[in-house]
């Protein structure tokens, strides 16, 4: 039994999907992992389904009936995660975007006192890579607006490869989480700051997919731009009480 496992969400990743499993396990530590399909026309849950035959132990698949947002994806892998007393919970994309073998720095992160590690990619300047310039502006500029209304001291706070103790999940509380999107990223590092979690950001290189099809628009940003000005105002008249 492994205490730490990542959950992948996917949808038409079949040309990923083989690749990012096989090196998971090829770190150094343990990770088991959990894929959320939602479907996938491709059959990226079939190929899953395959490849458990060869990690009958290590490899989960939670298949979903449609695709109903990223933010749902992940909170269906969590709350499977915590059923199961995971002590290491993680997020990360199907598309390489995120490096596994950034993994293990998350996972020492939280050994050595975070309760959640992010993935960063501007704690350090601007570590994005094969990105059009347009989309870099709009993500750095996303998180520096977050920051400046929510006033929470992360650089990246639209980041999507972390790694959360099971407490911090916990105390959240996911049925209390609001956004479905990738604002969905935002607002669960807010509550747990606002929680008075220790949250730490680790410098990441983050590379754009070179197989499959990206599903970022303009809407996801549209969703964290006017949603967190209301998750905001809600915060003010909520009491936030931290649980150790």
């Known amino acids: 039994m492994s205490d730490a496992i990542v959950v992948i969400p996917t949808y038409n990743e079949i040309e990923n999907i083989d690749a990012i499993i096989g090196a998971v396990f090829a770190q150094d530590k343990a990770f088991h992992v959990l894929i959320v399909d939602d479907n996938s026309p491709d059959g990226t849950h079939k190929r899953v389904q395959e490849l458990q035959e060869k990690y009958p132990t290590q490899l989960f698949l939670e298949k979903r009936n449609a695709k109903t947002g990223l933010g749902t994806a992940y909170i269906h892998g969590f709350r499977w995660a915590l059923e199961r007393k995971y002590e290491y919970i993680f997020e990360m994309d199907a598309d390489f975007s995120h490096n596994p073998n950034d993994l293990?720095?998350?996972?020492?992160?939280?050994?050595?006192?975070?309760?959640?590690?992010?993935?960063?990619?501007?704690?350090?300047?601007?570590?994005?890579?094969?990105?059009?310039?347009?989309?870099?502006?709009?993500?750095?500029?996303?998180?520096?607006?977050?920051?400046?209304?929510?006033?929470?001291?992360?650089?990246?706070?639209?980041?999507?490869?972390?790694?959360?103790?099971?407490?911090v999940l916990e105390a959240i509380g996911l049925d209390n989480i609001r956004f479905v999107g990738y604002a969905f990223q935002i607002e669960l590092k807010f509550k747990a700051w606002k929680l008075g979690y220790n949250i730490k950001e680790v410098s990441v290189i983050f590379t754009d997919r070179t197989k499959g099809v990206s599903k970022m628009d303009s809407s996801i940003f549209s969703e964290a731009v006017f949603g967190i000005i209301k998750m905001k105002i809600r915060s003010l008249f909520t009491k936030h009480k931290h649980n150790a």
């Not at 929510?150 to 790694?163: E, K, L, R, S, Y």
Request: with cysteine.
């Open 104 to 167: 293990i720095r998350l996972f020492n992160a939280c050994e050595e006192g975070a309760d959640v590690a992010i993935g960063s990619r501007y704690v350090k300047g601007v570590n994005v890579v094969n990105w059009p310039m347009n989309r870099v502006l709009m993500s750095y500029f996303a998180s520096k607006y977050v920051r400046f209304i929510t006033g929470i001291p992360i650089h990246d706070t639209t980041a999507g490869f972390i790694c959360y103790r099971r407490k």
